[in-house]
């Protein structure tokens, strides 16, 4: 005979089930507005408001899921940076061609094509997105990102012999600096991209893909030949 209590426990775990599902995927919806706003729009116009319109969601709900804008902001960063460094460990862990530097550059570039939102993102991590969230949301992001640069460095160390113990998350590093200052070069504004088609001012355009894949050759040749 089953019990009352294990009957009733049976009915609730399904709608327990369901319930976190559906904030799972309230949680997605919200995420996905603000990165389609985001790529159409500066950071500081996105307004929480149009968040939760553009989700078809109460504003009220939307602070239910992210307490800030830096929250949803951090959250989205998230979700667009550890999916890419997913990426990355797939390729190291499964591809068996030769291993250079200018073949992870080349890589790395490439990877960033339909990327954008990502360099931006990273771009406002420290001085806007990390001022005005809860201390566990910042601690979180940071013990993950912190095991993440630790798993995917070894295997750039395994791949790449010239890097000594320990520089796989170093260089890392140095790509997330990279990739932020040449970003916030190649990001022109209407007025500046404007005036860089004029011939004797087009040597000021930054190429974000070329001019990243080039920089970090230089990086790494310069780490395999010293």
Same mark, same amino acid.
């Given at each position: 005979m089953v019990s009352k209590a294990a009957a009733k426990e049976k009915r609730v775990?399904? *709608?327990?089930?369901?319930?976190? &599902?559906?904030? &799972?995927?309230?949680?997605? @919806?919200i995420l996905e507005a603000a990165r389609v706003l985001f790529t159409t729009t500066s950071y500081a116009e996105v307004k929480m408001a149009d968040v939760a319109e553009k989700?078809?969601?109460?504003?009220?709900?939307v602070f239910l899921y992210f307490p800030t804008k830096e929250a949803l902001f951090l959250a989205l960063l998230e979700e667009l940076l550890f999916a890419w460094f997913h990426r990355l460990d797939g390729w190291l862990e499964q591809d068996t061609g030769p291993w250079t530097? %200018?073949?992870l550059a080349g890589w790395v570039a490439e990877s960033m094509e339909h990327q954008a939102s990502l360099p931006r993102l990273m771009g406002i991590l420290q001085n806007v997105l990390e001022h005005n969230i809860p201390l566990e949301h910042a601690r979180a992001f940071k013990e993950r990102l912190r095991e993440t640069l630790g798993h995917t460095g070894a295997l750039l160390e395994q791949r790449l012999?010239? @890097?000594?113990?320990? &520089?796989?998350?170093? @260089?890392? *590093?140095? *790509?997330?600096? !990279? +990739? +932020?200052? =040449?970003? !916030? +070069? %190649?990001? &022109?504004a209407p007025v500046t991209r404007e005036l860089l088609? @004029?011939?004797? =001012?087009?040597? *000021?355009?930054v190429d974000f893909q070329r001019e990243l894949a080039e920089s970090m050759t230089l990086l790494l040749r310069g780490l395999e030949t010293r």
């Open positions: 775990l399904p *709608l327990r089930a369901r319930r976190d &599902e559906d904030k &799972e995927a309230r949680r997605r @919806l989700a078809r969601l109460a504003k009220g709900t530097g %200018a073949r012999r010239f @890097l000594k113990p320990g &520089e796989g998350p170093r @260089l890392l *590093l140095r *790509l997330n600096a !990279l +990739m +932020m200052g =040449l970003w !916030l +070069m %190649a990001d &022109e088609d @004029l011939p004797h =001012l087009s040597v *000021l355009r």
